[in-house]
């Protein structure tokens, strides 16, 4: 695992302080490499929502907000719908199968969560391809990046990654009946559902 994943993996598990500079002479430590390489990490990391700016050349993990959970889940819905729409047509059984090897890796137990995250975008960018929008997939690959740092509650105290398998197997299943519509719908179902649970949950931590 390369130094960007493990850092991942940390804040996703808790394992690093939130709302505190992050010092690269502790993170050179903690991974046992030099402080080029943290460097060049936190700076990806930054680019990718995971750390924000602090002071003038620091940066730390931004507490996880309700706001963010709930933007990210709309803007997410309505352009992997559009997205999706446009690709519908186009998807033949090579793309299915493709979407298919990624849910095998999903139901894994030994995959790790921030794993969990890339998994679960090349099974939904696997159907979204065929519609060769490269602008509009780069975007939603953005949005799906910053969304995997929720991926710690979805999958541990809110349980949904069960459900949200069986919407996988579901959508695949309306894909090869060729049913569009009713592929529109449970899309927009999986992810708006998942955002709102998420949303009420980031709620009530917020309010004590």
């Known amino acids: 695992m390369d130094i960007i994943q493990s850092i991942k993996e940390d804040i996703l598990n808790n394992h690093l ?3 505190i500079p992050l010092r690269q002479a502790y993170l050179s430590t903690r991974y046992g490499v030099s402080r080029i390489p943290i460097r060049d990490a936190l700076q990806a990391l930054k680019s990718e929502g995971w750390l ?19 933007d990210l889940y709309l803007m997410r819905a309505e352009l992997e719908c559009l ?18 090897l990624f849910l ?8 790790s969560l921030v794993s969990r995250g890339e998994l679960n975008w090349c099974f939904h960018s696997a159907l979204y391809m065929p519609a060769n929008r490269p602008t509009l997939l780069r ?25 949200s398998q069986d919407q996988h197997e579901q959508l695949i299943a309306l894909i090869e009946a060729r049913d569009k519509n009713a592929a529109l719908i449970l899309l927009r179902q999986h992810i708006e559902k998942a955002g709102v649970l998420l949303t009420g949950y980031l709620k009530k931590l917020a309010s004590g």
């Open 17 to 19: 302080p939130r709302g």
């Open 52 to 70: 924000v700016l602090h002071g003038k050349a620091g940066v730390m993990i931004p507490d996880l907000n309700w706001q963010e959970a709930e």
């Open 83 to 100: 997205l999706f729409e446009m690709a519908f047509e186009c998807i033949h059984d090579k793309d299915v199968a493709k979407a298919r």
């Open 104 to 111: 095998l890796e999903l139901d894994q137990e030994y995959v």
């Open 139 to 163: 975007v939603v690959e953005g949005l799906n990046k910053q969304a995997v740092r929720y991926l710690g509650f979805q999958f541990g105290p809110l349980g949904y990654q069960a459900k």
